[in-house]
């Protein structure tokens, strides 16, 4: 069975500072990865997607990665700033079955001013 | 309208009482996903549909849950003699193809208190 981590549970930062956050995945069987921002009270908007066959994605602040052998993945976020905060989670498409997202308990992200 | 629809929003109910969520998915899309998100965990898969049949309903916690889709677009979610740990955000997503292509699409969610 699937299972996906991601440490840590929460960060909090100051504003400008690079951070990662890490996901780990214990089956390689996977169609992708993707990255995750879920606001407060909101529904979740995917901000990355990798696929199997890919290393990293970029896009403007973000970058992720994926090493599927070791079955881990990190989400890379330059000059963080206070919009940032939200939980971001780490999801894995298996292949298995109907082909459904794994997702990871989350991380909760704080950047202060 | 452009993007996944949930109702309600938020629904309070007593225990043993029976609720309905539904879903409106985005026009054209056959795959629709629910799941369930409980305070501090990520989403947990609870059944997916490729066009009107269940292709998998193996995360439905027990046979209190149930879904339906039965024209092939809308969804609803159906828990009957709800219990206080029913408590959680009932999250529907939908896709065009299914998730394997990455192009998943989340409702804001549909959160259900059981007193």
């Known amino acids: 069975k699937q299972e996906v981590t991601q440490i840590p549970a929460a960060l909090s930062v100051p504003e400008g500072e690079n951070l990662v956050l890490n996901c780990s995945f214990t089956?390689?069987?996977?169609?992708?990865l993707q990255w995750f921002r879920q606001d407060p009270g909101k529904g979740l908007t995917s901000l990355l997607l990798i696929q199997s066959s890919q290393r990293e994605q970029t896009s403007g602040r973000l970058n992720a990665s994926l090493d599927k052998s070791s079955g881990r993945s990190t989400l890379y976020i330059a000059a963080s700033q206070p919009g940032d905060s939200a939980t971001y989670l780490c999801?894995?498409?298996?292949?298995?079955?109907?082909?459904?997202?794994?997702f990871g308990q989350g991380t909760r992200l704080t950047i202060n001013p | 309208g452009a993007g996944v629809s949930q109702t309600p929003s938020n629904k309070v109910t007593e225990k043993g009482k029976y609720v309905e969520l539904r879903c409106d998915p985005i026009?054209?899309?056959?795959?629709l996903y629910w799941y369930r998100q409980s305070l501090g965990q990520g989403p947990e898969f609870l059944i997916y549909f490729q066009g009107t049949g269940a292709a998998d309903d193996s995360g439905l916690p027990n046979d209190r849950f149930f879904a339906v889709r039965p024209e092939g677009s809308v969804s609803t979610l159906k828990i009957q003699r709800t219990e206080r740990g029913d408590s959680a955000v009932y999250l529907c997503?939908?896709?065009?193809?299914?998730?394997?292509?990455?192009?998943?699409?989340f409702g804001e969610g549909s959160r259900l208190t059981v007193l």
């Open positions: 026009s054209g899309h056959t795959a």
């Open positions: 999801a894995v498409t298996i292949i298995q079955g109907a082909q459904k997202l794994v």
């Open positions: 089956d390689s069987a996977i169609y992708n």
């Open positions: 997503a939908s896709s065009l193809r299914g998730a394997w292509t990455g192009e998943l699409f």
